[in-house]
């Protein structure tokens, strides 16, 4: 059993979000990018649809309280539907626009919502895009035109619901050059991402969080556990260095970030605090 030492970046989604740790997928480069800041949780189901996983999800995510104490705090919280929903409307994997709509809310505010038994002021959400379809290899069961419609609900809802949007569909569209005949570089299958499509998603998803969340980008983290130099340096005091600490820095003031990123970041340094002060008095150093 492995204890929750570091917070996590959780990815929802279909069979694009779980192919994604196949080398260089989103899922894949998060890992490598966040290694020892970060666990990347990839919670992908291939053929799943917004409808199928609302299930899921409310086991995935935990109920506030003494669940929440148990498990990894998740900082950001990925949701990244739409592929299957787009099915077309004789397909079992369809489900209609508003209903996608419906679900993708339910799922935002089940996580923001006070009182919501999923309630969880820490963690961030991130709506991705649904990405474009090939029609050449994937129509009529999937067609470029229905991938745009979802992707702009996915747009609306973001707005409506003031989460933060990583635009798939548009990096995807814009790489292309607006010609559906190169989308298949970027696609394995006309639905799958390749490992080009996957690094239009990584790019797009790390600039959002520059721009949105920057206390949260891998750049502005320090690893949880000290890097070894220091314990080489310092053999006498391997019990305290190698002591958890946060992975956001105890200095913030050149990092630029939301009011939200702020008061999160200095939450989590009190209580850093706290406890460091409490370890010290149990061993009678404080």
Known sequence: MAAPVQDAIVLLGDSITEFSYEPNGLANRLARAYVRKMDVINRGFSGYNTDWIIPIFEQCFP?????????PTTRI????????????????????????KANLTRMIRAVRLPDSPRHSPDTSIVLMT???????????????EASRQYAEVAREVARTEKVTLV?????IWERAAKDEGQLHKFLADGL???????KVAFEAFMSTIAETHPL???????????????????????????????AIRPSTGNVRGSSHDS?????CLLLDQAMTKAR????GRG
């Open 167 to 171: 635009d798939v569909w548009a990096g």
């Open 280 to 283: 010290k008095q149990l061993t």
């Open 77 to 100: 919280l990925v949701i990244w539907f739409g592929a299957n929903d787009a099915t077309a409307a004789d397909s079992p994997q369809h489900v209609p626009l508003d209903r996608y």
């Open 63 to 71: 109920m506030k309280g003494e669940q929440q104490q148990h498990v």
């Open 130 to 144: 649904p990405p474009p379809i090939d029609d050449f290899r994937q129509a009529p069961l999937r067609t470029l």
């Open 263 to 267: 008061a999160e970041a200095q939450a």
């Open 216 to 246: 949260y980008h891998y750049d502005n983290l320090q690893t949880v556990f000290v890097e070894f130099e220091k314990l080489g340096a310092h053999p006498e005091e391997l019990r305290e260095l190698t002591k958890k600490r946060h």
């Open 192 to 198: 799958h991402l390749n490992e080009n499509g996957y």
